[in-house]
């Protein structure tokens, strides 16, 4: 089910992505592989796993949906003190199984490395068919079209009783820009204030739902 009735052509997964109506464009955001590797670097005692956790989950969703591009909003890595021979043996392996060009829109932690793999196809933003194109950060957001964005990693609060509330990832679409959840499973986020006219979206069991002015 596809709740982003404004604009058919792509549809909003539960998973935090979205999938283009071209039938082969998905699209994701904000994964910093190797943060946790960046934390222990500075002695902080942070498990392993989340890199191998986040592009199984990432394969297992171009496999799904028989995906034949792979586009990431931004983000893809954390920091230069997490590019561990290891994640760079999982990202090569990870490539070498999908075997789908991945486009790399560069994020602002991506930009701190002083060197991405060529294999990434680095771009500082991506035109794709039906207006839409790929950026980082919302705020870059120019011209006409629906921009599809990282960066803000938003979450959703909605009150579960007089003192208590429940958070969500959420797709958060404001003005022309669309903002993806992030997809890493060590991200974190950051709970939006919704604007007038916002529109909010969040994943509940498989499917995705728009909530109503009431809950934000």
């Known amino acids: 089910m596809n709740p982003f009735t404004d604009h058919p052509w792509l549809a909003l997964l539960p998973e935090g992505a979205v999938f283009l109506s071209d039938g082969a464009t998905l699209v994701l955001a904000d994964l910093h592989l190797g943060k946790s590797a960046a934390f222990r670097a500075k002695g902080l005692p942070v498990p392993e ?11 297992e969703l171009v496999e799904k949906h028989g995906a034949s591009k792979l586009v990431i909003a931004g983000d893809l890595f954390h920091a230069p003190s997490g590019i561990t021979p290891d994640l760079e043996l999982a990202l090569d392996e990870f490539l070498d199984a999908i075997r789908i060009p991945l486009t790399l829109v560069l994020g602002n932690h991506d930009a701190r490395l002083r060197k991405i793999p060529s294999r990434l196809h680095p ?14 950060d919302p705020a870059d957001a ?62 509940l069991r498989d499917r995705v739902v728009e909530l109503p002015g009431s809950f934000t």
């Open 142 to 203: 120019k011209g006409e079209g629906l921009h599809l964005c990282g960066h803000l990693h938003p979450i959703v609060k909605i009150p579960d009783g007089k003192r208590t509330s429940l958070r969500f990832p959420c797709f958060l679409n404001r003005e022309n820009t669309l903002v993806l959840p992030s997809f890493g499973s060590f991200t974190g986020g950051a709970v939006i204030r919704p604007k007038k006219h916002d529109r909010i979206f969040v994943a």
């Open 49 to 59: 796993g989340d890199t191998a956790r986040d592009l199984a989950r990432m394969r």
């Open 123 to 136: 771009v500082e933003r991506l035109d794709l068919e039906n207006g839409i194109a790929v950026i980082h």
